[in-house]
Every structure is written in C-alpha cells, then in structure tokens.
C-alpha cells in the first residue's frame, strides 16, 4: 500500500514550513515511497510559496473554501491507496507513518485510524484539561463502536483511510465547512469497516483555537457536533472563528 499525506492550509505562512519539515522528515526516516500533497485553499500571504519551496511536496490549489473541501481536493489529487489527512499547523513526529502502516496490515478490514493531538504550546494546566477531554473522548469511542455501534470516534487532522472505502462511503461532503468533518468521516466509514481510535498514533500540533476560544468552551462545541453528527447527521454548529491572519 501507498500512503499519500493531503495537507489543506489557508494562510498557514507561519506553521505550513514546519508541518511539511516535519512530514518530510518522516517520510526519509521511514523509507517508504510516499506522496506529500499541500491543499492551498486561496491563500493571501507565502502559504503556497512557502510549501512550493520544499522538494517532495507538490502543492495544488483547491478554489472552494473549507476546510472540507480542501481535504477533497486533496484527496481527488492523490491515487495511493491510504490518505493521511493532516493540517498546516501539525507536526508528524517520528515513528507515526510505521504505525500507521502497522495498524493497517495487521487488520484487513481496517478503513480508518486516527489518534489524538499532543498540544505543544499549552502550558502544563491546559494540557491536564485536554488529557481529561480525551479520557472523556476514548470512553465514547469505546461506547459508540462496541455497544452502540453507531459509529467511532476520528481526530481531525490526524487520521488516514483506506481510499477505496471512501469512495464507497460517498467522499467527503463538502456542505460541511468546519465542524463535525471528523465525526462525518468516523460515521459513514464505521458502514464499512473498522474505524479505529488509538493512542499509539499521536500527532503534535498547535493549540492555539482552544487557547484563543478557551478550552472548555471549545470541548463543549466539538461534543456537541459529535453527538449531533452521530445520531442527526449533520453539524449543530455551521459558522466558526478563524483564528489565523486574514480569517474567513
């Protein structure tokens, strides 16, 4: 199997040069032919120049805003069999593509992994609020995937599938613009095979929303759209903040 990593980004200049370091890093620690896509979504500041400046990604321009879809953008530019999805401000630390490829041979009918973020510029307070919010979170999955069976339980930006499940799933729905993208994807692909949630796949990144929206206020928001996802279909929540230079 071929991985392909889909990085959407959106006047990420600050973070995008560090998140593709960091991809192809691993991608050479690894030695596994891999495919680095960079998903500019209308960008006005050096995101696109900034990660055109790296050999071995390839950057595409997706015109319709969204963090939706620009992961389908990327996905439609890509052919490898397994999508890692990430985000700019992600930092893919070392070991996490063996994982990835671990998980997948050792259950043929895994069509999705994922697993949480390690914060990295919270303060040590912050990130005891986030360990209980996925404390929290690892028991619904286990809930919802075993007993309920309802679904499962997929970190945004830190999650790859199987594209030929995808494809079957129906794709990514591009009516979702923020919220409840992950729990779409964890949902519509627990319909074709095991999604699985594991901490063993951490992945770094920036908590600068929860810092910015507060932590507890930003937990509530995801839940919300979890559950409403999960059991409704689509996201309570449709506008967001962005939180980024020029924000949309």
């Given at each position: ?12 200049e600050a973070l995008i040069g560090k998140c593709v370091e960091s991809v ?225």
């Amino acid at each position: 199997m071929k991985l392909a990593f889909v990085i959407p980004a959106y006047n990420e200049e600050a973070l995008i040069g560090k998140c593709v370091e960091s991809v192809l890093a691993e991608v050479k620690r690894s030695g596994r032919d891999v495919d680095v896509v960079v998903v500019n979504n209308n960008s006005t500041d050096r995101t696109r120049e900034i990660a055109a400046s790296f050999a071995g990604a390839r950057v595409v321009d997706e015109p319709q805003k969204g963090l939706v879809s620009a992961r389908d953008g990327g996905f439609r530019a890509t052919t490898a069999e397994l999508v890692a999805n990430i985000d700019g401000d992600t930092i893919v630390p070392p070991g996490w593509i063996d994982t990835v490829f671990e998980e997948f041979d050792k259950d043929p009918k895994l069509v999705c992994l994922s697993g949480p973020y390690v914060y990295y510029d919270l303060n040590q307070g912050q990130r005891a609020l986030v360990g209980m919010f996925y404390g929290l979170t690892t028991l619904i999955y286990w809930l919802n995937r075993y007993v309920l069976r309802v679904g499962s339980v997929v970190q945004g930006g830190n999650f790859v599938l199987k594209r030929d499940a995808w494809i079957r799933a129906g794709g990514f729905n591009r009516e979702i613009k923020f919220y409840g993208e992950d729990t779409d994807v964890a949902v519509r692909l627990a319909k074709q095979g095991n999604v699985k949630f594991t901490h063993r796949l951490k992945m770094k990144t920036s908590g600068r929303r929860l810092a910015e929206e507060g932590i507890i206020r930003t937990g509530l928001t995801y839940t919300l759209n979890f559950f409403w996802v999960t059991f409704a279909g689509k996201p309570a929540t449709h506008e967001h903040t962005d939180i980024r230079p020029g924000g949309r």
